[in-house]
Nanobody, 125 residues
Framework: QVQLAESGGGSVQAGGSLTLSCGTIGYSHNNYCMAWFRQESGKEREGVAALDVDGTTYYADSVKGRFTISQGSTKNTVSLQMNSLTPEDTAIYYC???????????????????WGQGTQVTVSS
């Protein structure tokens, strides 16, 4: 089973930026759709952005224009550039992967079968 490793979380003031990175541990000949979800305490996990194997990107309305998901330097790696952060972006961010296709229901946690351990992002006002 493929595993995911995340990095890049931390604390930042409102208006600042952070970049999250995620990649598969070990080699896999498969190409995966990759996504970022986030979860605030006591709330459901919500889709933030996703990257399909054909390069198509998907974003939650709340992050459009501020966040950018992109493929990393190697296969099955993905980054999430987060700009203009607000306290409402504070959450644990999870990387997810799944076999394609992944456009339909990209923002549904149940549609993704491989998860990272999560990384905390805290934005202070």
């Amino acid at each position: 089973q493929v595993q995911l490793a995340e990095s890049g979380g931390g604390s930042v003031q409102a208006g600042g930026s952070l970049t999250l990175s995620c990649g598969t541990i070990g080699y896999s000949h498969n190409n995966y759709c990759m996504a970022w979800f986030r979860q605030e305490s006591g709330k459901e996990r919500e889709g933030v952005a996703a990257l399909d194997v054909d390069g198509t990107t998907y974003y939650a309305d709340s992050v459009k224009g501020r966040f950018t998901i992109s493929q990393g330097s190697t296969k099955n790696t993905v980054s999430l550039q987060m700009n203009s952060l607000t306290p409402e972006d504070t959450a644990i961010y999870y990387c997810a992967a799944e076999h394609p296709p992944c456009g339909d229901n990209w923002n549904a946690a149940w549609a993704w079968g491989i998860w990272g351990q999560g990384t905390q992002v805290t934005v202070s006002s």
